[in-house]
């Protein structure tokens, strides 16, 4: 864990988003619920995190939260959970996995035609992993808020009025 425990100055986590006014709480709750395990799963994927998940006590994950006039950021970052050390490996690594891999699945989401029929896309029949099931809740929490955006290292995903933009 020395490698870990790098320098934590300039490390902004997972950032998620959202419109900071009128926010239903049940809503907010939802979200950072399905993201927590979505985070999880994902990590359980890569041998190198699995490794440090399986661990006893498991890393937790912290939350920081910051506000201006119309957002409200949380910024997660996993960390040893007796001396609460960000872990930046983990939390990278994770990170990185967790955008890619909601990116590819937004991208295969079926498009609606003039019709409303859906086009293209993963078919009905397709088996999805634990991790694609975790993330395909993470985007329906992130629909249900009128704004919400998740970042890390340059790359997010933007959820805004049922439209969802990749960047």
Known sequence: MAAERQETSD??????????????????????????????????????????????????LHLSATTDEANLTFRLTFADPTDRTPLLDLSTTTFRAFLSQLRRFVEKIPQRD????????????????????????VRQELRRLPKAKLAFEGQSVTFESGRMEIG
């Open 114 to 137: 003039l019709w409303g029929e859906a086009v293209g896309g993963p078919s009905r029949g397709e088996s999805r992993s634990e991790a694609e099931k975790r993330i395909d809740q």
């Open 11 to 60: 490390f902004q986590g997972l950032e998620i988003t959202v419109d900071s006014c009128n926010l239903p709480v049940s809503g907010l709750s939802s979200l950072l619920r399905v993201v927590q395990a979505a985070l999880r799963e994902v990590a359980r994927v890569d041998e190198a995190t699995r490794e440090q998940l399986s661990k006893r006590p498991q890393p937790t």
